[in-house]
C-alpha cells in the first residue's frame, strides 16, 4: 500500500505543478530575504564584538578645556584606570572636506588597517578607509594637509569612529565631507604648529577602567578641577580670577554614537528580519494549511475507499506529510543557500560598510540562520500537516466516500427573490464558500503585513528628508567653545545644551537650544519661564509626549535632572530638538545674561576658527539624510519586492484554489450549454468583490500596526520615528493590488478555458 501511495506523490506533484512551483518560489523568496538580512545582522554583531577586544575600545571618554596637568595623569592613573592623549586638530582638504588629525594610538582605540602600514615618517599619513573611498584616495596616492603633502601609507579604520560622525551629537555620517585620519609624533607637531587647523585643538582622553573606580567616579573627579577660560594669556589681568569646570564633556561609549554604531543598526535589521521571518512563516504554514485541506477534500472519495480497504489513518498521514515538507525543505535550502553568495549576506555587509567604517570581515555561519532557513520550512509544514490532517481525517469513512462538506448555514435565511439569476448566483456561491473567502482574506492580510513593512521603512526615510529641508531655516550653525563678548555681525545667538533622555533602554540625546523671542530661523516662539518647554515633532513622535506633559531630562555631567512642563508642541524634526526662552534657560542653568555658545546666519560669518567647537551648514544636514535614505533603502526596497511577490503568489494560489474547488460545477455548467464569459461572470466576477473589500481591510489595518511597531525598531535613532504615508504610497499599493489582480485573473481565464465538460460526465458517485 505504501508503494502505491508512493507513487500517487509524483502524480500528485505533476498534476499541481504550479501550485507547488508557486510554493517553493514564495519559500525560496521568503527565506533569501529573511537569512540574508538576519546572517549580515549576525555576522558583524559577532565580529564587532571581537574586533573590539582586539583593537581594546574604550570605555568612555572625555573632553577639557585645558590639558591635564601632569599631577592630575598620576592621580588618574593610580585608580587603576589607563587613558590615552586622543588630542584632534581639523583641517580643511580639498577645499571642502574636513579630514580630523591624530596622533597614531598605542594603547586604546588602535587602527586596524585595511591596508599599508602605520605612519612612522614625518610626512606620512593613514586615512579613514571611507573618507579616502569616498574622495578616491588609494595607498601611495599623496594628500595635502595644512600647506604639507603626505603620502597616503595605510588605510583602516579605528573603533571610536566606526559611525564617522564629525560631532558626536550628529544624527548622520556623510564620508565625502569628513574624515579621520592619524601621523606620527612629529607630524602631529609639525600640524599643530602650522597653525592652520580649522578650529583649536580638542583635547580629548580615552580611557578604559580598572577595578578601582567606575566612570561616575572619574567623572566627579574630573569636575573638580577649575580652569581660567582665557588662559595663560589672562595671568596678570583680572580675568586670571575667572574659572570654570575644566571638563567639558564626558561620554561613557555605550553612550556614544560613534562606537558600536554599526551593531546598533545591524540590530534594528535583524529585530526586522526576525518579523518578517515570523510573518513569511506564518504566511508558509497557513498556504500549507489551506492546500492540504483542499487535497484531502478534493480527494475525499478515495480517501473513503482507502480508509475502507483497511488503511490506516497514519499511512496517510505520513503520505500528505511528504511532499510539502519536502518541498519546504527544499525550498528553504535553496534560499539559504543563496543567501550565502554574493547577493545575500555579503551584499547586505556591503551596504553597511558603505556607511559605517569597519574593518573587512568574515562571514559567520550563524546556527539560528540555518534554524530559519532549512529547520523551520519543514518543521512547520510537518506540524500544520499533522494538525490539519488529523482533523480532516477524524471522521467516518462513509461521509468521506459521499464527499460530504459542511456547508454554511446562514445562507437559509436569507432571502434572494427579487434579485435576479446572476446575483443569486453570486451571492449563494459567496455563502456557500465563505470559509474560503476567509481564508483568502487572512492570505492577503498576512502578505499586506510584509508589504507594508517595507513601506513604512520607506516612509520614515522619506519624511525625515522632507521635513529637514522643509524645518532648517539657517545656513550655518557655529557651535563656539570661547563664545565672544559680542554676537558676531549677521548672526543670532542661540544656548544650546545636551541633554539625555531614555527610551526602549537606550539613553539618547535630547539638545535643548535657548532661542530669543523672534529668532528668524524658527517659525515658532516659546514662552518664557524656567520651567516651560516647547519641545520638537521629532521629540513628541519618539517619546510619545504631548502639550501639558512633563518632560524629564537628565544632566549626564552635572548629574543632575530637570522636570519641565511641556508648553508646546513645534514643527521640527531635525535630531531630537526641545526650545526654551534664552533668558529662561540661562536662569534656569545658572549662565550670565547675555551667554551665548551658538550662532546661527543665513551667509558664512567671521569668526576665529580658534574658538569654535563645531560648524554645521544645511547643506550638510541634507546630505547626511540623503545618505541615511540611500543606505537604509536597499534593505526596504528587498523586502517590499519580496513581499509584493509573495503578494502575487498568494492570491494566484488562494484564488486557484477556490476555482479548482468549483471545477466540477464549472464543467457541469459547460454541459448545459454555458460559455467561458457566462462562467467566468458566475465564478470571477465575484472575487474582485472579495479582494476589493479584503484590500480595503487589509490595507489600513497592516499599516496601523506596522505604525505601532516600527519605533521601536528605530529606538536607539536619535531621531523622531514619523512613519505617516503619503497619497501617492496608498495609490501605490492599490496599483499592486489592482495590478496583482488583472494577471491572477487572466491566468484564472486560461485555467476555466481548459476545464471540460467531460469531467463532470466522468464523474460517478
Known sequence: MNRILNKRIFRDLKKNLVRYAALFVLIVMGIFVITSMFGSADTIITRAKEYSRELRVEDGQFTTFMPLTADEKKEISSRDITFEENFFLDFTVGGDTTLRVFKN???????????????????????????????????????KIGNENYKIVGIGTSPDYESPLANVYDTGTNSKLFGTAFVSEDGYEALKNSGLSKKTEEYLYSYTLGKSMDSD?????????????????????PLENVRIDNLTAFIKSDENARIGACSDNVAIKKKISQMAGVIVIILIAYIISVFITHSI?????????????????????MHYIILPVVICLAGGLLGTVLSFTPVGIEKQMLSQASYYSIANMDIIFSPMVIVYGCVLPPVIAAI???????????????????????????????????????????????????????????????????LMESLTGFSFLNNMIDQNNRDIKYEYMYTCKIPDREVPAGGEEGFEKP????IYGYNLTVNVMGIKKGNPYFDFDVKKGENQIAISSSVANKYGLKTGDDFVIKDELENKEYTLKISDVVQYSVALYAFMDIDSMRELLGKDKDYYNVVLSDKELDIDSSKLLAVTTRADIKETADIFMEKNMGMFVMVGAGATAMFFIVMYLMLKMMLDRSSFNISLAKVFGYKNKEIRKLYLDANLFTIIVSSAISIPLAKMIMGRMFPSMLANLAAGADVSFKPPLYILVVLIVVISYIIVNSLLIGRINRISHVQALKTRE
Open 217 to 237: 567616579e572619574l567623572k566627579e573627579y574630573l569636575k573638580k578641577n577649575k580652569v581660567s577660560p582665557y588662559g595663560k594669556e589672562a595671568i596678570g589681568t
Open 297 to 317: 477534500e478534493m480527494e475525499s472519495t478515495i480517501i473513503g475507499a482507502l480508509y475502507s480497504l483497511g488503511t490506516k489513518k497514519s499511512t496517510l498521514l
Open 384 to 450: 500544520v500537516n499533522i494538525i490539519v490532517i488529523f482533523k480532516k481525517l477524524n471522521v467516518p469513512a462513509l461521509k468521506l466516500l459521499r464527499n460530504e462538506r459542511k456547508v454554511f448555514s446562514a445562507r437559509k435565511g436569507i432571502k434572494l427573490n427579487n434579485a435576479n439569476f446572476l446575483s443569486k448566483f453570486r451571492v449563494r456561491q459567496f455563502l456557500r464558500e465563505i470559509k474560503i473567502y476567509v481564508i483568502v482574506f487572512a492570505g492577503i492580510f498576512i502578505s499586506m503585513l510584509l
Open 105 to 143: 594610538r598605542k594603547d586604546i582605540n588602535l587602527v586596524k588597517l585595511d591596508e599599508g602600514s602605520a605612519a612612522a615618517d614625518k610626512n606620512q599619513v593613514v586615512l579613514e578607509k571611507l573618507y579616502a573611498k569616498k574622495n578616491s584616495y588609494k595607498l601611495g596616492d599623496s594628500i
Open 499 to 502: 541633554f539625555k533622555k531614555e
